[in-house]
């Protein structure tokens, strides 16, 4: 792809998936306050065949938000492919290859989905300690071995990109220092 292409193909993915995204975002979190401040206190004393009310919406609103997740990840990958692309133009070397933009948009995705993950847990698991303390701290744990191999998996898209500018910069360098030693003589 021409960096143009990049330029252009970036900024549309970010005009159309920014609105979207603060919509779902918007949606999820008006859900998640009327359950945790409305719905749930009231039904804390309610009782439906045995299992608390509360309980019964907890289990709704976790379900409801983790599918506008879905819609709000796939939000949040075009705006992080554009944002890599847009990174690999111009932080990267001339004319952004295939694999740098790849490498630079995983290594954006990557930082951001941990961070939208823990973002997401703390509502989720405000909620899901309402059904179950154990199962919250097994999320958390979960959550926190994904999120440290999806960081090291960014951290060595950027390395890989790190060392070929530096290569790069190593063999522009040693050629002009070669060509000045060539002109002394």
């Not at 890599?84 to 933009?101: C, F, P, Q, W, Y």
Request: contains cysteine; negative net charge.
């Amino acid at each position: 792809m021409s960096e143009e292409q990049i330029k252009i193909e970036s900024q549309r993915e970010i005009n159309d998936s920014f609105p979207k995204l603060v919509v779902y975002s918007s949606i999820a979190i008006i859900i998640y306050l009327f359950a945790k401040m409305v719905f749930v206190p009231l039904g804390k004393n309610l009782l439906v065949a045995g299992i608390s009310t509360s309980t019964i919406i907890s289990v709704i609103a976790i379900i409801t938000i983790l599918i506008l997740l879905f819609s709000i990840l796939r939000e949040i990958r075009d705006i992080c492919d554009a944002i890599g692309g847009l990174l690999a133009l111009n932080l990267g070397r001339e004319g952004a290859s295939d694999d740098e933009v790849r490498h630079y948009q995983k290594a954006v995705k990557g930082f951001v989905y941990v961070f939208v993950v823990v973002i997401v847990f703390m509502f989720i698991g405000s909620l899901l300690i309402e059904i179950s303390q154990g199962a919250a701290g097994i999320l958390l744990i979960l959550i926190f071995v994904w999120a440290v191999i999806t960081l090291y998996s960014a951290g060595m898209a950027i390395s890989a990109e790190i060392e070929a500018t530096a290569s790069e910069l190593a063999h522009k360098m040693e050629k002009s220092t070669t060509e000045k030693v060539e002109t002394d003589y």
